[in-house]
């Protein structure tokens, strides 16, 4: 893989491996700095990029290993375990919360990470189920029951708040 | 309606396919969506915002200008390390100089082949001049050879007049 090659299918990625990074790692500076990473890593490797299928779901993958193993080196992080449940939003976060957009990315934000990474790869950058269980070392079977784990948590959420609004209403 | 009830259920179960998924996410796009699903733009919309975060330092062409000059560094070290070992690998193993086409003349190495052909000659025709005034005394020999050849006939004809004369006194 030459230069342009690598700026035509790698490079051109930045902004998708940004969100991911960002998704994983919740800090903007640490996901551009993994991001860099990896592009320095991948154009090391670029000579046994070619042998590569599916190139876009291959940096993907590396870019999610990368995070998870940076998450691993900093202790300090606060990451939720892979099957922790997630928590209510607290009073605090309530406040910010300004509408329901902000509502739910801020639920996406608080899934945990297997499931936070499935519902972004498939609803944001519009990932095949294959794809997502190539990047996750998944079946797509375990693929398709994250996703419907994490929409499920999602729709309660929207019900319970749908829910608040039909009460305040019929209070009214 | 019911088509998206349905798109809708086989979403939360996580069984659409992209296409259909596409389906759902034009439909909240319109902005003409039925009461029953307004709770559910939220959702799409969410995903709409996602995708516009964006890095804020540029990357794109990053690693190629940092991987250029780290390259070029790398490149520069690489060639002089190469060419400085060649010239040491030349210097080591160099070919011991074997060029036999040299005189010595008085002690000094002559490499000139012309003038150490002409020296040559010159040495030897002194050589053959010295050998021919030395033969000249051979010569001389030779020619009191032949004279000695005429003495040998004396002694031939002495011994003839013997024989002739020990007849003479038999008879």
Known sequence: MDSSQFNNQILILSDKLFRLAKSILRNDMAAEDAVQELHLKLWEKRKTLDEVENISAFTF??????????IRINKDEVE?????EYDEINPYQQTEIKDMVTC???????????????IKMRDVEGFELSEIAFITNLTENAVTVNLSRARQKIRE???TEQKKVEQT???? | MEKIDDLLEKYFRGETTLAEEQVLKQYFKTGQIQPAHEMYRPLFEAFEQELSVKASSPVHNNVSKKRNIKLLWIQT???TGIAAALLLALWIIRPQETNDNYAVISGDRIEDTDFAQK??????????DILIN????MQNIDKARQSLKQINKISETRDKIQEIQNKIQIK
Request: charged share 30%; with cysteine.
């Open chain 1, 157 to 159: 959420k929207i019900l």
């Open chain 2, 77 to 79: 070290i690489s060639f």
């Open chain 1, 169 to 172: 209403i019929w209070k009214k």
């Open chain 1, 61 to 70: 993958k590396s870019m999610r290993n990368l995070c998870l193993d940076l």
């Open chain 1, 80 to 84: 939720l375990p892979p099957e922790t």
């Open chain 2, 134 to 137: 030395s033969m000249k005394p």
């Open chain 1, 104 to 118: 739910i990315r801020n639920l996406i934000d608080n899934l945990p990470e297997l499931q936070r990474t499935i």
């Open chain 2, 119 to 128: 020296y040559a000659e010159k040495k030897l025709n002194k050589v053959n």
